[in-house]
Structure formats: structure tokens, C-alpha cells
């Protein structure tokens, strides 16, 4: 495995017994990287044929960071963050979520910041730190 012109993708420690999906197909490992067009999983390369990246996790994990492409988590995460890309997370957020482009949907409590520079921002917990977004909405149902 060599150096990597731009990462699209790093999602590390991923709970034993979660499933994870990039672009409807399911791969699993405790480490996954994307790179342009191959999926690096605990080391092991897989060659994915579409840009656009859409990444769930159903269960638990501990950090998500995107450069491109949508990220969905139905538990819980310790941190979350995208360049050009939509963050869901259905479980509480120990940390903090950012984005540069893109929402932030947030299921359950966040113990950190949430900033987008442009993007909607909707939590349905509480929230310890500060929300911010330039240009976006924001909804706090809690």
C-alpha cells in the first residue's frame, strides 16, 4: 500500500458487529479507507468503479472524516467530520462534527462543536458545545 493522491475517506475502530455499506455494497473490516477508486479495508485494496461515495455504518464507531461523499451512522460516533459531504448520525456524538459543505443531522447528544460553513445543521439531542453554520438552518429539538 503506497502514499494516496487524496484520501475520500477514513473511518477508524469500527464496533465488532457493525455492517458497513459503500455505494449499496457491503464490506467489512475494524479500518477502511477510500481513495478515488479503491477501498483500502485493515490493509487489503478493493477497486470501487463510482465518484460519488455514500458510506453507512449500521452500529458503532469511533471516527469518521470524509474529503468527498455522503456518511451515514445509524450509532454512536466519538467524532465526525466532511469536506464536500452530508453527516448523519443517528446515535449520540461524544465530540464534535464538522463540515465544510454540507449538513449535519444529529439523532441523539453531542459533546463537542458543531460547525458547517455551508450546510443545515438539525440535532435532536442536547448539545454541550456551540452550533454554528454560515449558510444554513438551524433546528434544535431538545
Request: charged share 20%; hydrophobic share 30%.
Amino acid at each position: 500500500m503506497g502514499y494516496f493522491k487524496s484520501i475520500l475517506a477514513t473511518i477508524k475502530n469500527i464496533a465488532s458487529g457493525s455492517t458497513i455499506t459503500i455505494n449499496g455494497n457491503y464490506v467489512g473490516g475494524r479500518s477502511i479507507q477510500v481513495d478515488n477508486d479503491t477501498v483500502i479495508i485493515d490493509g487489503k485494496d478493493i477497486k470501487i468503479n463510482d465518484r460519488k461515495i455514500e458510506i453507512t455504518i449500521t452500529g458503532n464507531v469511533e471516527s469518521v472524516d470524509t474529503a468527498a461523499g455522503n456518511v451515514s451512522v445509524t450509532g454512536d460516533v466519538k467524532r465526525a467530520s466532511s469536506v464536500s459531504g452530508n453527516v448523519k448520525v443517528g446515535g449520540v456524538v461524544n465530540g464534535g462534527v464538522e463540515t465544510t459543505s454540507g449538513n449535519i443531522e444529529i439523532g441523539g447528544d453531542v459533546g463537542g462543536n458543531i460547525n458547517t460553513t455551508s450546510g443545515d445543521v438539525e440535532v435532536n439531542g442536547l448539545v454541550k458545545g456551540s452550533v454554528s453554520t454560515l449558510s444554513g438552518d438551524i433546528r434544535h429539538s431538545k
